[in-house]
T-cell receptor, first 115, second 114 residues
Framework: GAVVSQHPSRVICKSGTSVKIECRSL??????MFWYRQFPKQSLMLMAT?????????EQGVEKDKFLINHASLTLSTLTVTSAHPEDSSFYIC???????????FGNGTRLTVT | AQSVTQLDSQVPVFEEAPVELRCNYS??????LFWYVQYPNQGLQLLLKYLSGSTLVKGINGFEAEFNKSQTSFHLRKPSVHISDTAEYFCAVSGETSGSRLTFGEGTQLTVNP
């Protein structure tokens, strides 16, 4: 079945640094990927839609200069949290749309802790 | 606009008991409904989805859900739960059959006790 790999699974960084999270579709090409954020004991909030070869579409309230999304190939989308602050600590999850079935598959998430 | 309400944040049950996780939605357009399960520190796995047709939908791991348009509900049920069903369950709605751009409910923590 379709597999989405997300890396790293866990990262700790210092305030002010930048962190890159990768989302890969391992056995299919994903023209569209989605990035979600999940706070502890809360639901997932869609941050942005990542389209291969074009700019990402951000949801209202999400700072595009803070959360940089790059979808340079059909199998890779990256989310870079720039100048991270403790309030950016969260669980970030990506998903990719499988072309034929049009279903969504999710990565295992990245736990970001900013100290 | 679409929204999803999961009426119970936590549901504790004993093993082999039946369980129902409640979900209500609101939308001004046609909706497609989904249930996902999330195990600790992992992504989401699709349990089942309603796109059209029969209102009773069967999914993986013995779960099923019934779409009720008049009550705008999509409750998830399992007749007999296992310890391994302990997880967070999310109801979600989308305006697209692909399930893109999902709007999630707040989640229900199901805890199955021996």
């Amino acid at each position: 079945g379709a597999v989405v790999s997300q890396h790293p699974s866990r990262v700790i960084c210092k305030s002010g640094t930048s962190v890159k999270i990768e989302c890969r579709s391992l056995d299919f090409q994903a023209t569209t990927m989605f990035w979600y954020r999940q706070f502890p004991k809360q639901s997932l909030m869609l941050m942005a839609t990542s389209n291969e070869g074009s700019k990402a579409t951000y949801e209202q309230g999400v700072e595009k200069d803070k959360f940089l999304i790059n979808h340079a190939s059909l199998t890779l989308s990256t989310l870079t949290v720039t100048s991270a602050h403790p309030e950016d600590s969260s669980f970030y999850i990506c998903s990719a749309r499988v072309p034929v079935s049009q279903g969504l598959h999710f990565g295992n998430g990245t736990r970001l802790t900013v100290t | 606009a679409q929204s999803v309400t999961q009426l119970d944040s936590q549901v504790p049950v004993f093993e082999e008991a039946p369980v129902e996780l409640r979900c209500n939605y609101s939308s001004s357009v046609s909706v497609y409904l989904f249930w996902y399960v999330q195990y600790p520190n992992q992504g989401l796995q699709l349990l089942l989805k309603y796109l059209s047709g029969s209102t009773l939908v069967k999914g993986i791991n013995g779960f099923e859900a019934e779409f009720n348009k008049s009550q705008t509900s999509f409750h998830l049920r399992k007749p007999s739960v296992h310890i391994s069903d302990t997880a967070e369950y999310f109801c979600a709605v989308s305006g697209e059959t692909s399930g893109s751009r999902l709007t999630f409910g707040e989640g229900t923590q199901l805890t199955v006790n021996p």
